[in-house]
Protein backbone atom coordinates (compact mmCIF):
# COMPACT_ATOMS: atom_id res chain seq x y z
CA UNK A 1 0.00 0.00 0.00
CA UNK A 2 1.66 3.34 -1.30
CA UNK A 3 2.02 6.05 1.69
CA UNK A 4 0.50 8.46 -0.78
CA UNK A 5 -2.59 6.17 0.25
CA UNK A 6 -2.01 5.46 3.93
CA UNK A 7 -1.24 9.20 4.97
CA UNK A 8 -2.56 9.29 8.70
CA UNK A 9 -4.69 6.33 8.20
CA UNK A 10 -4.95 5.64 11.40
CA UNK A 11 -4.28 8.64 13.56
CA UNK A 12 -4.88 9.37 16.83
CA UNK A 13 -5.15 5.08 17.23
CA UNK A 14 -3.20 2.64 19.67
CA UNK A 15 -1.47 -0.24 18.74
CA UNK A 16 -0.43 -2.83 21.18
CA UNK A 17 2.04 -5.32 19.77
CA UNK A 18 3.21 -8.46 21.15
CA UNK A 19 6.67 -9.88 20.20
CA UNK A 20 7.04 -6.78 18.43
CA UNK A 21 10.74 -6.20 19.18
CA UNK A 22 12.02 -7.92 16.11
CA UNK A 23 11.72 -9.42 12.73
CA UNK A 24 8.16 -9.48 11.50
CA UNK A 25 6.47 -8.08 14.05
CA UNK A 26 9.02 -5.16 13.93
CA UNK A 27 8.09 -4.67 10.96
CA UNK A 28 4.55 -4.61 11.47
CA UNK A 29 4.67 -2.05 14.30
CA UNK A 30 6.66 0.18 12.14
CA UNK A 31 4.10 0.18 8.99
CA UNK A 32 1.07 0.95 11.65
CA UNK A 33 3.39 3.79 13.34
CA UNK A 34 4.17 4.88 9.50
CA UNK A 35 -0.02 5.24 9.25
CA UNK A 36 0.12 7.29 12.45
CA UNK A 37 -0.54 4.78 14.83
CA UNK A 38 1.23 5.38 18.53
CA UNK A 39 2.53 1.90 19.50
CA UNK A 40 3.38 -0.19 21.69
CA UNK A 41 5.64 -3.14 21.79
CA UNK A 42 6.10 -5.67 24.02
CA UNK A 43 8.87 -8.43 24.69
CA UNK A 44 10.80 -9.88 27.41
CA UNK A 45 14.07 -8.39 26.39
CA UNK A 46 15.08 -5.26 27.51
CA UNK A 47 17.85 -4.23 25.40
CA UNK A 48 15.87 -5.43 22.26
CA UNK A 49 12.61 -3.29 22.95
CA UNK A 50 14.90 -0.17 23.79
CA UNK A 51 16.22 -1.29 20.11
CA UNK A 52 12.69 -1.42 18.98
CA UNK A 53 11.43 1.75 20.12
CA UNK A 54 14.51 3.59 18.84
CA UNK A 55 14.18 1.92 15.27
CA UNK A 56 9.98 2.89 15.52
CA UNK A 57 11.26 6.36 16.52
CA UNK A 58 13.33 7.17 13.75
CA UNK A 59 10.52 5.73 11.19
CA UNK A 60 8.81 8.80 12.42
CA UNK A 61 7.28 6.52 14.62
CA UNK A 62 6.16 7.96 18.87
CA UNK A 63 6.58 4.23 20.47
CA UNK A 64 7.26 2.70 24.26
CA UNK A 65 8.42 -0.74 25.20
CA UNK A 66 6.60 -3.05 27.89
CA UNK A 67 8.59 -5.96 29.18
CA UNK A 68 6.69 -9.15 30.11
CA UNK A 69 6.37 -12.85 28.89
CA UNK A 70 3.14 -13.13 27.29
CA UNK A 71 2.95 -16.15 29.05
CA UNK A 72 2.41 -14.67 32.35
CA UNK A 73 -1.24 -12.97 32.63
CA UNK A 74 -0.92 -10.79 35.19
CA UNK A 75 2.47 -9.14 33.35
CA UNK A 76 0.47 -9.11 30.19
CA UNK A 77 -2.36 -7.26 32.05
CA UNK A 78 -0.36 -5.28 33.62
CA UNK A 79 1.51 -4.00 30.37
CA UNK A 80 -1.79 -3.29 28.83
CA UNK A 81 -2.70 -1.71 31.68
CA UNK A 82 0.57 1.16 31.21
CA UNK A 83 0.08 1.18 27.74
CA UNK A 84 -3.43 1.81 27.84
CA UNK A 85 -2.88 4.57 31.22
CA UNK A 86 0.11 6.00 28.66
CA UNK A 87 -1.74 6.59 25.03
CA UNK A 88 -5.39 6.50 26.73
CA UNK A 89 -6.64 3.82 24.60
CA UNK A 90 -6.59 0.66 22.73
CA UNK A 91 -7.25 0.23 19.30
CA UNK A 92 -5.49 -2.39 17.42
CA UNK A 93 -3.66 -5.70 18.88
CA UNK A 94 -1.24 -7.53 17.18
CA UNK A 95 -0.39 -10.82 18.94
CA UNK A 96 2.86 -12.06 17.38
CA UNK A 97 5.04 -13.47 19.82
CA UNK A 98 5.73 -16.85 19.07
CA UNK A 99 8.59 -19.58 20.02
CA UNK A 100 9.58 -22.97 17.93
CA UNK A 101 12.45 -24.86 16.86
CA UNK A 102 13.02 -27.99 14.80
CA UNK A 103 12.71 -30.92 16.26
CA UNK A 104 11.13 -34.48 15.61
CA UNK A 105 8.34 -35.76 18.32
CA UNK A 106 10.73 -38.47 19.64
CA UNK A 107 13.45 -35.86 19.87
CA UNK A 108 11.44 -33.23 21.82
CA UNK A 109 10.47 -32.92 25.61
CA UNK A 110 6.90 -32.22 26.54
CA UNK A 111 8.71 -29.31 28.49
CA UNK A 112 9.57 -28.48 24.86
CA UNK A 113 6.33 -28.70 23.66
CA UNK A 114 4.58 -27.29 26.04
CA UNK A 115 7.10 -23.96 26.12
CA UNK A 116 5.87 -23.26 22.46
CA UNK A 117 2.15 -23.90 23.21
CA UNK A 118 2.51 -22.25 26.12
CA UNK A 119 3.76 -18.86 24.12
CA UNK A 120 1.99 -19.14 20.83
CA UNK A 121 -1.42 -19.99 21.85
CA UNK A 122 -1.59 -19.44 25.82
CA UNK A 123 0.28 -16.05 24.23
CA UNK A 124 -2.27 -15.08 22.31
CA UNK A 125 -5.25 -15.90 24.17
CA UNK A 126 -3.80 -13.96 27.77
CA UNK A 127 -3.17 -10.84 25.62
CA UNK A 128 -6.91 -11.13 24.19
CA UNK A 129 -8.36 -11.74 27.61
CA UNK A 130 -6.71 -8.88 28.92
CA UNK A 131 -7.06 -6.65 26.28
CA UNK A 132 -10.93 -6.73 25.74
CA UNK A 133 -11.75 -4.87 28.73
CA UNK A 134 -10.52 -1.65 26.58
CA UNK A 135 -10.82 -3.31 22.92
CA UNK A 136 -14.58 -3.58 23.25
CA UNK A 137 -15.63 -0.84 20.85
CA UNK A 138 -16.97 -0.27 17.19
CA UNK A 139 -13.46 -0.23 15.23
CA UNK A 140 -11.23 -1.86 17.60
CA UNK A 141 -9.29 -4.93 15.80
CA UNK A 142 -7.13 -7.77 16.79
CA UNK A 143 -4.84 -9.71 14.53
CA UNK A 144 -3.13 -13.24 15.67
CA UNK A 145 0.27 -14.04 13.83
CA UNK A 146 -0.25 -17.50 12.98
CA UNK A 147 1.74 -20.04 10.07
CA UNK A 148 0.92 -22.47 7.41
CA UNK A 149 1.51 -25.50 9.74
CA UNK A 150 -2.04 -23.98 11.43
CA UNK A 151 -3.30 -26.24 8.65
CA UNK A 152 -0.42 -28.01 6.51
CA UNK A 153 1.11 -30.74 8.77
CA UNK A 154 5.18 -30.04 8.53
CA UNK A 155 7.79 -32.67 9.83
CA UNK A 156 9.59 -31.23 13.37
CA UNK A 157 6.60 -28.47 13.68
CA UNK A 158 4.29 -30.99 15.61
CA UNK A 159 4.55 -28.41 18.61
CA UNK A 160 4.09 -25.24 16.17
CA UNK A 161 1.29 -27.10 13.80
CA UNK A 162 -0.54 -27.65 17.28
CA UNK A 163 -0.16 -24.33 18.71
CA UNK A 164 -0.94 -22.71 15.36
CA UNK A 165 -4.02 -24.08 14.62
CA UNK A 166 -4.98 -23.45 18.22
CA UNK A 167 -4.59 -19.93 16.93
CA UNK A 168 -7.01 -20.28 14.17
CA UNK A 169 -9.32 -21.56 16.17
CA UNK A 170 -9.18 -19.48 18.90
CA UNK A 171 -9.36 -16.30 16.04
CA UNK A 172 -12.72 -17.76 14.88
CA UNK A 173 -14.29 -18.39 18.27
CA UNK A 174 -13.18 -14.95 19.34
CA UNK A 175 -14.61 -12.91 16.11
CA UNK A 176 -18.10 -15.03 17.05
CA UNK A 177 -17.88 -13.51 20.33
CA UNK A 178 -16.67 -10.48 20.18
CA UNK A 179 -18.68 -9.56 17.03
CA UNK A 180 -21.65 -7.86 19.08
CA UNK A 181 -19.01 -5.39 21.15
CA UNK A 182 -17.64 -4.01 17.63
CA UNK A 183 -14.29 -5.85 17.83
CA UNK A 184 -13.11 -7.58 14.63
CA UNK A 185 -10.60 -10.48 15.15
CA UNK A 186 -8.36 -11.67 12.14
CA UNK A 187 -5.36 -13.87 11.65
CA UNK A 188 -2.16 -13.19 8.87
CA UNK A 189 -0.22 -16.40 8.02
CA UNK A 190 2.82 -15.00 6.96
CA UNK A 191 4.94 -17.82 4.34
CA UNK A 192 8.90 -17.81 4.00
CA UNK A 193 9.59 -14.30 4.69
CA UNK A 194 13.61 -13.28 3.65
CA UNK A 195 15.67 -12.37 6.50
CA UNK A 196 13.60 -13.76 9.36
CA UNK A 197 15.20 -16.00 12.23
CA UNK A 198 12.20 -18.34 11.09
CA UNK A 199 13.60 -18.19 7.17
CA UNK A 200 17.50 -18.55 8.42
CA UNK A 201 16.48 -21.69 10.79
CA UNK A 202 14.69 -23.35 7.32
CA UNK A 203 16.98 -22.36 4.87
CA UNK A 204 20.34 -21.09 6.27
CA UNK A 205 22.34 -21.07 3.31
CA UNK A 206 21.90 -18.86 -0.29
CA UNK A 207 21.65 -22.10 -1.82
CA UNK A 208 18.71 -23.05 0.49
CA UNK A 209 16.78 -19.59 0.23
CA UNK A 210 16.43 -20.18 -2.81
CA UNK A 211 15.51 -24.01 -2.96
CA UNK A 212 12.22 -22.56 -0.83
CA UNK A 213 11.97 -19.77 -3.04
CA UNK A 214 11.73 -22.07 -5.87
CA UNK A 215 8.79 -23.92 -4.29
CA UNK A 216 6.65 -20.68 -3.72
CA UNK A 217 4.30 -20.17 -6.72
CA UNK A 218 5.04 -16.41 -6.88
CA UNK A 219 8.15 -17.27 -7.91
CA UNK A 220 9.92 -15.29 -4.71
CA UNK A 221 10.45 -15.29 -0.78
CA UNK A 222 8.48 -12.74 0.87
CA UNK A 223 9.54 -9.82 2.61
CA UNK A 224 7.99 -8.09 5.88
CA UNK A 225 6.86 -5.79 4.39
CA UNK A 226 4.32 -7.98 2.24
CA UNK A 227 3.19 -9.04 5.77
CA UNK A 228 3.17 -5.56 7.57
CA UNK A 229 1.01 -4.56 4.41
CA UNK A 230 -1.49 -7.09 4.94
CA UNK A 231 -2.01 -6.59 8.35
CA UNK A 232 -2.68 -2.41 7.38
CA UNK A 233 -5.16 -3.75 5.31
CA UNK A 234 -6.69 -5.83 7.96
CA UNK A 235 -6.56 -2.98 10.84
CA UNK A 236 -7.66 -0.37 8.10
CA UNK A 237 -11.52 0.80 7.54
CA UNK A 238 -11.18 -1.22 3.99
CA UNK A 239 -11.50 -4.48 5.80
CA UNK A 240 -14.28 -3.59 8.39
CA UNK A 241 -16.90 -6.08 7.24
CA UNK A 242 -13.86 -8.80 7.82
CA UNK A 243 -13.94 -10.29 11.21
CA UNK A 244 -12.96 -14.31 11.49
CA UNK A 245 -10.27 -14.96 8.60
CA UNK A 246 -7.04 -16.19 8.42
CA UNK A 247 -5.57 -14.35 5.78
CA UNK A 248 -2.93 -16.63 4.03
CA UNK A 249 0.39 -14.46 2.84
CA UNK A 250 2.86 -17.01 1.73
CA UNK A 251 2.93 -16.43 -2.40
CA UNK A 252 1.11 -19.94 -2.69
CA UNK A 253 3.70 -21.65 -0.86
CA UNK A 254 1.35 -23.62 1.35
CA UNK A 255 -0.93 -24.99 -1.02
CA UNK A 256 2.04 -27.63 -1.73
CA UNK A 257 1.69 -29.05 1.63
CA UNK A 258 4.98 -28.13 4.15
CA UNK A 259 6.86 -31.44 3.65
CA UNK A 260 9.61 -29.72 1.96
CA UNK A 261 10.41 -28.22 5.19
CA UNK A 262 12.22 -31.00 5.68
CA UNK A 263 16.15 -29.60 5.18
CA UNK A 264 16.97 -30.72 1.50
CA UNK A 265 13.45 -32.03 0.82
Known amino acids: MSDVFVGQLLAGKHAFVTGGTSGINLGIARRLAQAGARLSVLGRNAERGQRAVQALQEAGGVAAF ?99 AGVDMLTRVL ?56 VLFLVSPAASFITGAVLVCDGGWSLGGLGRLVPGG
Open 175 to 230: AMEWGGAGVRVNAITPGPIAGTEGMERLAGSPEEAARVAGTVPLGRLGTVQDVAEA
Open 66 to 164: HQADVREYPAVEQALREAVERWGRLDILVNGAAGNFPAPVLGMSSKGFRAVVDIDLVGTFNSCRAGFEYLQQPGAVVVNVSAPQAFAPAPFQAHVCAAK
